[in-house]
């Protein structure tokens, strides 16, 4: 009798783990659900070496795995490396030039206003029994928002 009642659905529809979870807290207020922990390929000194690397080299972030993978962890995913250097605050590498030449970390990072459209025509090579035809290629500066569209002629 005593297992059937722990296993009952409380009448406001959610489970008794969760009556459990909630009696336990000092506040109302819902927590993070951000682990406590965070799991990292690299140990914190070895993050610190991939830091000042980034910072004193100046490398990109292929080039930085390509070291990392060499002389660090030779395990390290690409992504795990950009999520380390976003958390250290390096993740653009313009910023970090940026600030190696004293400037405005700010204005490494471009802010356009809506509306500014950059737009590119290449010329596509003909295949057989095909004519030429021509990619045109718009980019909007503020959104990043691509159109990409092949025609016959550049009109």
């Known amino acids: 009798m005593l297992e059937a009642q722990f296993f009952e659905v409380p009448k406001y529809g959610i489970s008794v783990s969760t009556v459990c979870h909630w009696r336990n807290r000092d506040t109302v207020e819902d927590g993070s659900h951000r682990p406590h922990h965070l799991k990292t390929t690299l140990n914190p000194a070895q993050e610190a070496v991939v830091v ?36 250290h605050g390096v993740g ?8 190696n030449r004293g400037e405005d970390p700010d204005r490494a990072r471009r802010h356009y206003a809506p ?13 057989e029994d095909t004519p030429r035809r021509y990619l045109f290629v ?15 002629d550049k009109s």
């Open 52 to 87: 000042a690397l980034r910072r004193l080299l100046e490398l990109t972030l292929d080039d930085l795995l390509v070291v990392v993978r060499e002389f660090i962890h030779a395990s390290m995913s690409r992504s795990a490396l950009d999520r380390l250097l976003q958390r």
């Open 92 to 99: 653009n590498i313009n910023v970090v030039r940026a600030e």
């Open 115 to 127: 509306g500014f459209i950059h737009v590119d025509v290449k010329y596509l090579p003909a295949l």
């Open 138 to 152: 718009a980019i909007d500066r503020a959104t990043r928002w691509v159109y990409l569209a092949v025609r016959r």
